[in-house]
């Protein structure tokens, strides 16, 4: 492959209106440019991969034969979308992918009428496209719903609970299964396409629908005899007798990368008056691209890279990252006690579970994309005296959230919750950042949640919670580099509840949770050369809170600032209240708050996003500044 290749086809295609003026035979050229297209794309921009090169194929046949954006086509996770922006309308723009103001990595509505409904978590497609089905069969419009499920999406529950409920949306409904990694059926072939077009007829349709009616006329045993025998008969050749008991004609497995094979399928279930309809499509993630296809995990997510050579281009030798660190510390836990173990859903390398499975496979549990099951498996695990670690991603722990209150907090069970990706994390956006987890936590009943300030802190508070069995505990840490402190010395056990002061001084303090602190020393430094001497405090807990040392800083200093990469409801919020209750505020005591803001924010660099969030070094010295009622020119008052 060459860094530059022509594009005639692409070069017609703005819209799939665009696409429907090809011939058949055509598709399979425009195919390859589309490949080629998202190739050089992501090349220079960095971004997610082996998934939409896996969809070329299907994402060509399904513009070409559905009416989008009047039939919905909704993607799972949303990452395999890229040839989806391309060919419609964005292919101007889609070197500006997961950059500052330039076009999300996931489907978002605001950006695009072809994009439905804005996807960036798993499992959530056919739910919204059952939505979409049964609003048109209600309204009396026209349109079908296409979602398209894959990349284990269809490990999660709910992707089940939308399928159970979907039979009201008729022939409105199909689901595609992109099957990218476990194929749920014998390997795909000639006879199995040709069986896919067969089953996905009008004639066979019709005659299947004639065999049901003439069957309802039978006495009860035949008649139910005759429904198993069908079922039975489908369910050898194709697979398909779960998604049948769940209301659905299945039609496959075809190959997704074949378009004489995909179109006609596509077509037969675009005109089939039953449904609603599950088509099984297998497909190659990173097809079409050797490096791709030769990776281990299929180039699901890359830094920028040489398209010719595939070879990623690599960052600047640094301290390791939160994440590596993690993993380490957590197998020296786990060399130290026995009932350490941990579970993941789906993201063992994310997390850097992949590590720990390495060395105790025994002990590690990748649950799939089911979140809500690990917290839930991992209080069950508690319960019986195991010291589990339940790793996820703050923006995923969300998904279950119910479990972490009933299964977890209620029963008083110590699950350890690893929190990777707090605070905001760059190119993936607003969905990704992790926000709230501070604030859901900590305001739980018997929860002990900490936010590491740098990597010495994060395996102190690993060990902490290793040794903690009074109840669960959570702690926090942000994508990225360390700041390249020393390890090699033993774990501290932190003091629940306590936190340490890091710079002390006398009129202004600074209380940090995470690592902000970086950021408060810099204002801290610039605090002190415009005469405002300042503590820092590295509050360690959001909970509990370290009440003497709050109560020390209100008492000593005139300003107190504290400063979170988490949303309204955390440290800030429990200070406040803290202060509050005792009747600290009485004497005029000035506290501020810093925190993310009440929006979600688009995808940027972190220092930017940062920046925009108001949480780096000037906007803590504005805060102060403003506090004392004093701006920059005003600072001799503020010093008398």
Same mark, same amino acid.
């Given at each position: ?28 050229? /425009? ?18 991969? %082996?998934?939409?090169?896996?969809? *070329? !194929? /299907? ?63 798993? $499992? ?63 390997? *795909?072939?000639?006879?199995? $396409? ?5 089953? $996905? ?8 629908? /004639? ?27 194709? %697979? &398909? ?91 020296? !836990? ?14 063992? $390398? &994310? ?7 390495? @060395? ?24 019986? %005296? ?23 907090? #209620? ?25 709230? +987890? ?17 990597? *010495?802190? /994060? ?36 003091? #629940?509840?306590?936190? @340490?002061?890091?710079? !002390? ?38 909970? =509990? ?14 300003? *107190? ?7 309204? &409801? ?26 993310? =803001? ?5 995808? +940027? ?14 906007? #803590?010295?504005?805060?102060?500044? @403003?506090?004392? @009622? ?11």
């Amino acid at each position: 492959m060459t860094a530059e290749t022509a594009t005639p086809l692409l070069d017609q295609v703005t819209t799939p209106q665009d696409l429907r003026k090809l011939q058949p035979a055509q598709m399979r050229q /425009l195919a390859d440019e589309l490949r080629t297209e998202m190739i050089a794309a992501v090349g220079q921009t960095g971004g997610h991969l %082996g998934s939409g090169l896996g969809v *070329v !194929e /299907l994402t060509a046949a399904i513009h070409y034969v559905f009416d989008t954006p009047r039939d919905r086509l909704i993607f799972d996770v949303g990452h395999q979308a890229y040839p989806h922006k391309i060919l419609t309308g964005r292919r101007d723009r889609i070197r500006t992918l997961r950059q500052g103001g330039g076009l999300s990595g996931f489907t978002k509505r605001s950006e695009s009428e072809y994009d439905p409904f804005g996807a960036a978590h798993s $499992s959530t497609s056919i739910s919204a496209a059952l939505g979409f089905a049964t609003a048109n069969r209600m309204m009396g419009v026209p349109g079908k719903a296409i979602a398209v499920i894959g990349d284990g999406a269809m490990s999660a529950g709910m992707a089940y609970e939308a399928m159970n409920n979907a039979q009201d949306a008729g022939n409105r409904l199909v689901v595609i299964l992109n099957d990218n990694d476990m194929s749920i059926a014998p390997p *795909v072939g000639a006879l199995s $396409s040709y069986l896919a077009r067969l089953v $996905s007829s009008g004639k066979f349709l019709g005659l299947r629908d /004639l065999a049901r009616k003439f069957a309802r006329k039978l006495p009860r045993p035949l008649h139910n005899a005759a429904r198993r025998t069908d079922e039975f008969a489908r369910g050898l050749a194709m %697979g &398909g007798t779960l998604f049948e008991e769940l209301g659905f004609y299945y039609v496959g497995p075809i190959d997704g990368h074949d378009m004489d094979a995909l179109i006609p399928v596509l077509e037969n279930v675009r005109d089939a008056a039953e449904g609603p309809c599950l088509v099984h499509v297998v497909t190659q993630k990173g097809k079409g691209y050797e490096p791709a296809e030769r990776s281990a995990d299929k180039y699901h997510g890359v830094q920028k890279f040489d398209v010719v050579t595939g070879e990623q281009k690599k960052s600047a030798a640094g301290p390791p990252s939160y994440t590596n660190i993690f993993a380490d510390a957590l197998i020296a !836990e786990a060399d130290r006690d026995s009932r350490v173990c941990a579970i993941t859903a789906a993201m063992p $390398s &994310g997390t850097g579970l992949d590590r720990f499975a390495a @060395r105790f496979a025994d002990r590690s549990f990748d649950v799939g994309i089911a979140e809500q099951h690990a917290v839930t498996f991992a209080a069950g695990l508690a319960a019986q %005296g195991m010291r589990p670690f339940c790793a996820i991603y703050s923006t995923f722990l969300q998904r279950a959230y119910d479990q972490v209150v009933h299964d977890v907090a #209620i029963q008083n069970l110590p699950v350890r919750f690893a929190i990777d990706r707090a605070g905001l994390v760059g190119a993936d956006g607003a969905t990704h950042a992790g926000s709230f +987890d501070v604030t859901y936590l900590a305001s739980l009943p018997n929860f002990v949640v900490m936010a590491a300030a740098d990597e *010495v802190e /994060l395996v102190n508070m690993i060990h902490t919670a290793a040794m903690h069995d009074a109840g669960p505990i959570a702690f926090r840490y942000p994508r990225g580099n360390g700041i390249g402190l020393d390890l090699s010395g033993p774990p501290e056990l932190l003091e #629940i509840g306590k936190g @340490r002061i890091v710079r !002390e001084g006398s009129k202004v303090a600074i209380l940090s949770l995470g690592t902000r602190l970086a950021e408060a020393r810099k204002a801290a430094d610039e605090l002190e050369a415009k005469g405002l001497s300042t503590t820092i405090a590295d509050m360690r807990f959001a909970k =509990p809170l370290d009440e003497d040392l709050i109560r020390q800083m209100i008492a000593n200093h005139e300003v *107190v600032v504290t400063i979170e990469e988490a949303s309204i &409801g955390g440290l800030g919020a429990h200070v406040l209240t803290m202060a509050s209750d005792e009747g600290l505020l009485d004497n005029g005591l000035k506290i501020r708050t810093m925190r993310l =803001p009440d929006a979600f924010l688009d995808h +940027d660099s972190p220092d930017k996003q940062y920046d925009t969030a108001g949480l780096n070094a000037p906007q #803590i010295v504005d805060t102060v500044l @403003r506090a004392l @009622r004093h701006n920059s020119a005003g600072v001799e008052e503020a010093r008398a």
